[in-house]
């Protein structure tokens, strides 16, 4: 009889969309291309959700090897079902691995029921192991393996792979099943043109593996996309971190665009694009806008302040190839999106202030990005000797993994650890840089009051550092008012936050059961009472000045602009020439207001419910501008 083998890979469902298991499908093809292991084991199972622990828990059947891949959204589930597994079975196997394991062998001195830690890329390793505990290898001779001995826990070095032919679980049919079986699911696939990282980015766990690139072969590559698109997956994302780094990319990008244009599928396709973003990822970007499956390019800063990039080992871009680029996206109708972490050491309110001002001055209007630093155990940052260099504290918080659906029968908590304190940052400073980012998206980024912004600054009256300086000291000044009142909850929760009892997110019954981030809750919870705010905030606005013409009108634009849930149509007058000025600040140029009489139409999606209009505005459209009707007919007309 052979040996089972279970495999644990889960996650949280997001609504109907769910992540196949590419990880453990990965290590489990390559397994079973070995012959040896073949003939003595077999495939039980693999699975996916995150469901109750004692239905997961019932179906493992006379278990040989079960096998954890652990992240930060599943490593406490992975524990709990591991011990319960253990207790029933004493003879079985317990394995972890994955980017939520430690270097080192201390998890196995915290849980007994572990037996084998395996660090690093998992492939060989977890081959090699199947194979020891059939007799035909010693454990302890493994490289990236942490394990019990007669001596104690011993942890062997890990040694980077130059081989990346691997089998691929998609080909091999190890996600046959899982589709079959769950026939009204949206899966999400990935997919791994490249592996290896050129970056040695603190913050992140791929910083420690050392590993130089390597591309995967291109037959795997095109018959994955043929498989995806066979299968109907909906969104496609890469695990690469520098897509478009490589010639060929443009050609895979081209098979994925084909494979669309014949059956619908992949619907969205995402990736980490090459860090000093070129002409080969514009390419890329146009292809994917074209074919309607794109989300926005990411021109990835992570922070603007030279001492930061310093303390965390990376370099960016320079501003003038990102002015060059912005402009050029910019007047293809493209849209970009620019990510920035929160709370990496060196960072100071003043210096995340200036770098937003920064990219809003460099033309930065569809989207960004602003996240906080997660401390994670595998990453440079995880090492004793970078958190006392730095005075790195952190908020032990419920799990911080936006979008994510509320379960009232899933009671086992996972855990996030958040920067919130640095050498050049307390926690207060911390939360000031949070409510100043919010302010940011939401009312920027996500329009709100986007336009009020690009008229004063393009007129010279004044700049969008001062604008949102002083909107959010205006709204924490006034808690009565519709965005005082959410910015106060949301000034609550951060203290939740740094108190370790609240997380980085919030629901409300308004708009769904998902976990929204504090950005998107403002945006929804203002767009919920729109006219009341846009009421209150003509006081504010009012400061600045404006001619009372033009700011009558600025205010009818602004809010008829903005998307709302149960439109049929929206048509109105204005008396300047609206559309082409902020086209033209959007494009990189200094357009003159003019006056002139233009009726503005827009066709509308009409929303069943704010649930929907939440899901599909706020979450899935943030990145290419959904929330208002003009980036629709900019990014789609250009």
């Known amino acids: 009889m052979k040996r089972k083998l279970y495999f644990f890979q889960v996650n949280y469902p997001y609504g109907k969309a769910a992540h196949l298991p590419y990880t453990a499908g990965q290590l489990v093809a390559y397994a079973f291309d070995c012959k040896d292991i073949s003939e003595n084991y077999e495939l039980a199972d693999i699975f996916f959700l995150r469901e109750r622990i004692d239905d997961a828990f019932s179906k493992v059947k006379e278990p040989f090897i079960v096998a954890f891949s652990t992240y930060i959204w599943n490593c406490n589930y992975n524990k709990t079902l591991a011990k319960l597994i253990k207790e029933k079975y004493p003879e079985c196997i317990i394995v972890f691995g994955g980017h939520h394991v430690a270097p080192g062998g201390a998890m196995l001195a915290e849980c007994p029921y572990i037996d084998y830690l395996l660090h690093g890329e998992g492939e060989i390793i977890f081959r090699r192991l199947m194979r020891a505990l059939i007799?035909?290898?010693?454990?302890?001779?493994?490289?990236?393996i942490s394990m019990r001995t007669?001596?104690?826990?011993?942890?062997?070095?890990e040694i980077i792979s130059e081989e990346c032919n691997f089998p691929s679980p998609y080909l091999n049919g190890y996600f046959?099943?899982?589709?079959?079986?769950?026939?009204?699911?949206?899966?999400?696939?990935?997919?791994?043109?490249?592996?290896?990282?050129?970056?040695?980015?603190?913050?992140?766990?791929?910083?420690?593996?050392?590993?130089?690139?390597?591309?995967?072969?291109?037959?795997?590559?095109?018959?994955?996309?043929?498989?995806?698109m066979n299968n109907r997956i909906h969104v496609l994302g890469?695990?690469?971190?520098?897509f478009g780094m490589f010639p060929r990319d443009i050609e895979i990008t081209e098979r994925l665009v084909e494979a669309k244009k014949k059956t619908g599928?992949?619907?969205?396709?995402?990736?980490?694009?090459?860090?000093?973003?070129?002409?080969?990822?514009?390419?890329?970007?146009?292809?994917?806008e074209e074919s309607d499956m794109n989300r926005g390019v990411t021109l990835s800063f992570q922070s603007m302040s030279k001492e930061v990039l310093k303390n965390i080992g990376r370099a960016n871009i320079s501003?003038?190839?990102?002015?060059?680029?912005?402009?050029?996206?910019?007047?293809?109708?493209?849209?970009?999106?620019?990510?920035?972490i929160l709370g990496l050491p060196g960072e100071t309110v003043e210096s995340l202030v200036d770098g937003i001002d920064e990219l809003l001055n460099l033309g930065q209007h569809n989207s960004i990005y602003i996240h906080n630093c997660e401390w994670l155990p595998c990453s440079i940052m995880g090492q004793k000797d970078y958190v006392d260099r730095y005075k790195i504290k952190t908020s032990h918080i419920p799990l911080n993994q936006p979008h994510r659906e509320y379960s009232q029968e899933d009671d086992i908590p996972e855990w996030s650890s958040v920067v919130t304190s640095t050498y050049s940052m307390d926690t207060q400073a911390w939360k000031k840089m949070n409510l100043f980012s919010y302010v940011v998206q939401a009312f920027h980024h996500m329009g709100i009051l986007q336009f009020f912004a690009l008229y004063l600054y393009n007129e010279g009256i004044c700049s969008y550092k001062k604008f949102y300086t002083d909107l959010l000291e205006y709204f924490l000044e006034d808690c009565q008012s519709v965005a005082g009142k959410t910015f106060r909850k949301i000034t609550d929760y951060l203290d939740m936050v740094l108190s370790e009892k609240g997380t980085l997110s919030c629901t409300d019954e308004r708009f769904g059961r998902v976990q929204?981030?504090?950005?998107?809750?403002?945006?929804?919870?203002?767009?919920?009472?729109?006219?009341?705010?846009?009421?209150e905030i003509t006081v504010f606005l009012k400061n600045f000045n404006i001619d009372a013409q033009v700011f009558s009108e600025l205010m009818a634009f602004q809010k008829n602009i903005m998307k709302k849930p149960f439109e049929n149509k929206v048509e109105f007058t204005t008396h300047y020439n609206f559309l082409e000025y902020f086209f033209g600040i959007l494009s990189g140029t200094k357009p003159l207001l003019k006056k002139q009489e233009e009726v503005i139409s827009f066709e509308t999606k009409k929303f069943e419910s704010w649930g929907d209009f939440a899901r599909i505005i706020a979450w899935y459209g943030r990145k290419n501008g959904a929330t208002t009707y003009l980036k629709d007919v900019y990014f789609e007309e250009r």
């Open 516 to 535: 929204w981030p504090f950005e998107e809750y403002a945006y929804l919870c203002i767009m919920y009472e729109a006219e009341t705010f846009y009421e």
């Open 176 to 228: 046959d099943k899982i589709i079959r079986e769950n026939p009204e699911t949206e899966f999400m696939g990935l997919i791994e043109t490249s592996r290896g990282c050129p970056n040695s980015c603190a913050y992140c766990d791929w910083s420690n593996m050392k590993s130089k690139i390597r591309m995967f072969p291109i037959e795997r590559i095109y018959g994955e996309i043929e498989w995806v």
């Open 265 to 288: 599928y992949p619907i969205r396709f995402q990736t980490s694009y090459a860090k000093n973003s070129s002409k080969r990822v514009f390419d890329i970007g146009m292809k994917l």
């Open 135 to 144: 007799g035909l290898e010693k454990a302890q001779e493994i490289p990236g």
């Open 238 to 242: 890469s695990a690469d971190s520098n």
């Open 319 to 340: 501003i003038d190839y990102y002015s060059e680029l912005m402009k050029l996206y910019g007047e293809a109708g493209v849209a970009t999106y620019t990510e920035l």
């Open 150 to 157: 007669d001596a104690g826990i011993i942890t062997n070095a």
